[in-house]
């Protein structure tokens, strides 16, 4: 299995412009995850997805989008990127079920985007 | 709510030395708790959990915590740091009880001094 894969691995944006991130997992995990890590701040979860066809906000949501056609993939939009968004993406995957106890999540190796 | 702690964003050991990072939680339910290692210019990977049962966890690299709920804490640690040991570590909490967001802290990084 390649697990959580990510692409790009790094990215420049201008202020403005838009650009998707790619995030698929090959474990056939229901969910997915959208993080960003800012430097001493952890990380904060952006979306999350429960399933195909189901998303919802997390902590910081606002200036991306999400969608789940399929199980695999998860991407994360940026409309109108600011400087604000510089940061490293991270996208996971768990599987969570009935009766299941603290799923572990699987990282991807993350996106580090820079706006200018 | 729930919410999690770690103090100090910096730990310096020798190599050879007791690893002590710490991680106090706070959470309306019983709590799940988890440490996870970020290598440099990687994503997370899990280190142990805790669920339920023996409050003792083990986990990869001869790494281990112990739950102590009546001090609402999680501490990691190692008997003898290794110079592999070198990285950001991350403790998260989730609530118990059906699908519940993971809330992480903001990290330690440690730094193992040859």
């Known amino acids: 299995n390649a697990g959580v894969t990510q692409t790009p691995k790094f990215r420049i944006l201008k202020i403005g412009q838009s650009m998707t991130l790619q995030c698929t997992q090959d474990m056939n995990h229901n969910y997915m995850y959208w993080y960003r890590q800012d430097p001493g701040m952890g990380l904060k979860l952006i979306y999350y997805?429960?399933?195909?066809?189901?998303?919802d906000k997390g902590e910081v949501p606002n200036g991306y989008n999400v969608s789940r056609s399929t199980t695999e993939d998860f991407p994360l939009r940026l409309e109108l990127a600011a400087p604000s968004q510089t940061s490293v993406y991270f996208c996971?995957?768990?599987?969570?079920?009935?009766?299941?106890?603290?799923?572990?999540?699987?990282f991807g190796p993350g996106t580090r985007l820079l706006v200018l | 709510a729930q919410s999690v702690t770690q103090l100090g964003s910096h730990v310096s050991v020798s190599e050879g030395a007791l690893v002590l990072l710490r991680c106090n939680y706070s959470s309306s339910v019983p709590p799940y708790l988890f440490w996870y290692v970020q290598y440099p210019n990687q994503g997370l990977q899990l280190l142990l959990k805790y669920t339920t049962g023996a409050t003792l966890v083990k986990g990869i690299n001869g790494f281990e915590a112990e739950f102590k709920k009546s001090e609402t804490s999680f501490h990691l640690t190692k008997p003898s740091a290794h110079m592999s040991d070198a990285a950001e570590y991350f403790c998260a909490v989730r609530r118990s009880g059906g699908y519940q967001k993971v809330t992480f802290g903001t990290g330690t990084k440690l730094q193992v001094i040859p």
């Open positions: 996971a995957s768990s599987y969570s079920v009935s009766g299941v106890r603290g799923e572990t999540q699987y």
């Open positions: 997805s429960v399933g195909a066809g189901i998303t």
